[in-house]
Each structure stands twice: as structure tokens, then as C-alpha cells.
């Protein structure tokens, strides 16, 4: 437990900072689930595009908001859970990860899916759609954040799996960001 906010935990044998391998945790979850739902989202902005570089797009979301929320999120109930019994904090980090990745869903997903379909269909999504995406994003949010809570210290041991889980998310993510660049440009034309 660390003893104050400026600290940071460590794994002794690696050095690997316990809330990096958290992170790598939450990007490697939510990048799993951005492509098992990447069909779903698709289908509700009427598959303005191909399902590959779409799935890309969903994951350089959710890899955004893994490595630009997600530390400080993580940082945030770090300190909140600094004195909670330890078989609660999993699920106040599940609590923190569903409103921060639902919130992040909410606005930032949505977005960029009525930022396509409204160019090539001339519709947004409807409220339904909204709801459905949120309720995704709280359940994965939920899901990566007490996933990376309880397995952090295991992953901050290994690694080697740490960094190649990290540097597939990283590949995926740039991917995506070309795949949306190409998406986004040909809108333009």
C-alpha cells in the first residue's frame, strides 16, 4: 500500500510499475471487447464501412481512452481506496472503470460513429442506440477495471507479456488511427 500519493508501487523482481500493468490490463480488456462489439456498432450506423478497419477504429478508441483517462482514472481510486478493505477494492476500481469508460462511450464513441453515419446516411443514432452504447461502455468499463485490480500484480511480474501486450495495443491502436484518418478523409472528398 503505498504511503503516500507521490508513491508508486513496484514489483520487486521487474521494476514494472503495478499501475502500468493495471493500464495494460483495462487497454488489453477493452481492446478484446472493441472488437467483439465492433459488428454490433457497426450494424447500428447502417455498415457505412468495412468491418476491419471499423473494429481498428473502435480499438484506437478505446486504447485513447485507456493511456489518456485511464492512468488518471486509476491514480484517482488508487488514493480513494487507500484505506478500503482489500476484497472491496476490486469493485471500486469496477465502479470508477464503468462511469469513466460509460461517460467516455457516451460522448466520445457515439461521436464518431454520428460523425460517420450522418455524412453517408444523413441520420444520427437514435436513443436506443445512445443507451445501448453507454450500457457496453459501463459494462466493459466495469469488467477491465476490476479485471486490472485483481490481476495487476501478476502482470507487473511477467514482463515480457506485460510489454507484448502493450505493444499490440500500441500496433492496433495506430492502426485504427490510420484506418479513421482514411475513414474521415474520404468524407471530405
Same mark, same amino acid.
Request: proline share 3%; net charge positive.
Given at each position: 500500500?503505498?504511503?503516500?500519493?507521490?508513491? =508508486?508501487?513496484?514489483? @520487486?523482481? @521487474? +521494476? /514494472?510499475?503495478?499501475?502500468?500493468?493495471?493500464?495494460?490490463?483495462?487497454?488489453?480488456?477493452?481492446?478484446?471487447?472493441?472488437?467483439?462489439?465492433?459488428? !454490433?456498432? /457497426?450494424?447500428?450506423?447502417?455498415?457505412? $464501412?468495412?468491418?476491419?478497419?471499423? *473494429?481498428?477504429?473502435?480499438? !484506437?478508441? $478505446?486504447?485513447?481512452?485507456?493511456? =489518456?483517462?485511464?492512468?488518471? &482514472?486509476?491514480?484517482?481510486?488508487?488514493?480513494?481506496?487507500?484505506?478500503?478493505?482489500?476484497?472491496?477494492?476490486? !469493485?471500486?476500481?469496477?465502479?470508477?472503470? *464503468?462511469?469513466?469508460?460509460?461517460?467516455?462511450?457516451?460522448?466520445?464513441?457515439?461521436?464518431?460513429?454520428?460523425?460517420?453515419?450522418?455524412? /453517408?446516411?444523413?441520420?444520427?443514432? %437514435?436513443?436506443?442506440?445512445? %443507451?445501448?452504447? @453507454?450500457?457496453?461502455?459501463?459494462?466493459?468499463? !466495469?469488467? $477491465?477495471? #476490476?479485471?486490472?485490480?485483481?490481476?495487476?500484480?501478476?502482470? %507487473?511480474?511477467?514482463? +515480457?507479456?506485460?510489454? @507484448? /501486450? &502493450?505493444? =499490440?495495443?500500441?500496433?492496433? %491502436? &495506430?492502426?485504427? &488511427?490510420?484506418?479513421?484518418?482514411?475513414?474521415?478523409?474520404? #468524407?471530405?472528398?
Amino acid at each position: 500500500m503505498p504511503s503516500s500519493w507521490t508513491h =508508486v508501487d513496484k514489483d @520487486t523482481a @521487474t +521494476g /514494472l510499475p503495478v499501475m502500468l500493468a493495471q493500464n495494460i490490463i483495462v487497454g488489453a480488456t477493452l481492446a478484446i471487447g472493441a472488437i467483439a462489439c465492433s459488428g !454490433f456498432y /457497426l450494424a447500428m450506423i447502417g455498415n457505412v $464501412a468495412s468491418l476491419v478497419p471499423w *473494429a481498428l477504429l473502435v480499438v !484506437f478508441v $478505446a486504447v485513447t481512452y485507456t493511456y =489518456v483517462v485511464g492512468f488518471a &482514472l486509476l491514480w484517482c481510486v488508487e488514493s480513494i481506496t487507500l484505506r478500503m478493505r482489500d476484497k472491496f477494492k476490486p !469493485f471500486a476500481y469496477g465502479l470508477v472503470g *464503468a462511469i469513466g469508460y460509460g461517460v467516455w462511450g457516451l460522448f466520445v464513441m457515439t461521436s464518431v460513429m454520428n460523425s460517420l453515419d450522418q455524412p /453517408l446516411n444523413g441520420v444520427v443514432l %437514435a436513443n436506443g442506440d445512445v %443507451a445501448a452504447v @453507454t450500457v457496453n461502455y459501463v459494462v466493459f468499463g !466495469f469488467l $477491465a477495471t #476490476l479485471l486490472a485490480q485483481v490481476n495487476a500484480k501478476r502482470l %507487473a511480474a511477467n514482463r +515480457g507479456l506485460a510489454f @507484448t /501486450l &502493450l505493444a =499490440v495495443q500500441v500496433v492496433l %491502436a &495506430l492502426l485504427g &488511427l490510420v484506418c479513421g484518418v482514411m475513414m474521415f478523409s474520404a #468524407l471530405g472528398r
